[in-house]
């Protein structure tokens, strides 16, 4: 049976003993427990056994568990946006960590003052210049980030990269780097980056969000590849 409360337990004693390597508060890491493809069931049991933040890649599969569970912690969007559901993952996330164009900025704006919510949000930066992977290129963040600051309604608030997938967790460690390289470079507040096989090694690059689905939840189920890239 898998135990929900002891993987998280387990996930979180790795993240404070990856902080404290590096002179680190396990408190400036947020852990985000990525329910995607998760049933209710065991999301409500991440959530009792103290869960600080849940994460979603489809909006769609989103809405159905917001309305059920509504917002015991608060819920991020991780997967990739397209601009006509905007008005869904603007009323649904408190998090969207997926912006990657000025459109999608505006979208989401406009229809974060509808829904009279402020959105917290994330510039997705493809940081291995990948062909398919969503993300602004590195190069032209800077120029991005000038457009959508000051967006009333959209609090920008720092980067996010899914880095280019690889076999160990150290290969993964140059493009943390750089992601919290450039971070810096734009004076921003977050660094979302490392997932179940990798989390240890972007705390100890600096991460200052965690999106952890496997290590908590357990092995998702493969999912039919029509739709893939997420929302
Ligand atoms: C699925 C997913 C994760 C979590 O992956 P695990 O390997 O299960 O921890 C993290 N980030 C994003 C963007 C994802 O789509």
Redesign the pocket.
């Known amino acids: 049976m898998l135990d929900i409360r002891a993987n998280l337990r387990a996930v979180q004693e790795r993240v404070a003993a990856a902080c404290a390597r590096a002179n680190r508060r396990s408190g400036d890491v947020l852990l985000i427990g990525?329910s995607?493809t998760v049933e209710l069931e065991r999301i409500r049991l991440a959530v009792e056994a103290g869960v600080p933040a849940l994460?979603e890649?489809r909006v769609q599969e989103a809405k159905e568990k917001v309305e059920s569970l509504g917002r015991p912690v608060p819920w991020h969007l991780?997967?990739s946006l397209q601009t006509n559901k905007a008005r869904d993952a603007a009323r649904l996330f408190d998090w969207i960590?997926s912006v990657d164009r000025v459109d999608l900025a505006h979208e989401l704006d406009r229809r974060a003052h509808q829904a009279e919510r402020a959105l917290r949000v994330l510039v997705q930066v493809n940081i291995g210049e990948e062909a398919q992977k969503g993300g602004v290129h590195p190069a032209e963040l800077k120029r991005l980030l000038d457009a959508i600051t000051g967006l009333k309604y959209l609090e920008v608030r720092g980067l996010?990269c899914?880095p280019p997938a690889a076999d160990s967790a150290e290969a993964s460690r140059p493009w943390f780097r750089r992601l919290r390289e450039l971070r810096d470079a734009v004076g921003l507040e977050h660094c979302s980056m490392g997932?179940?096989?990798d989390?240890e090694v972007a705390i100890e690059e600096g991460a200052t969000m965690v999106?952890?689905?496997?290590?908590?939840?357990g092995p998702?189920p493969p999912r039919p590849a029509v739709t893939e890239g997420?929302a």
Do not use: D, E, L, P
């Open positions: 990525v995607k994460g890649n991780i997967g960590q996010m899914i997932m179940s096989g989390f999106r952890v689905g496997t290590a908590i939840f998702r997420g």
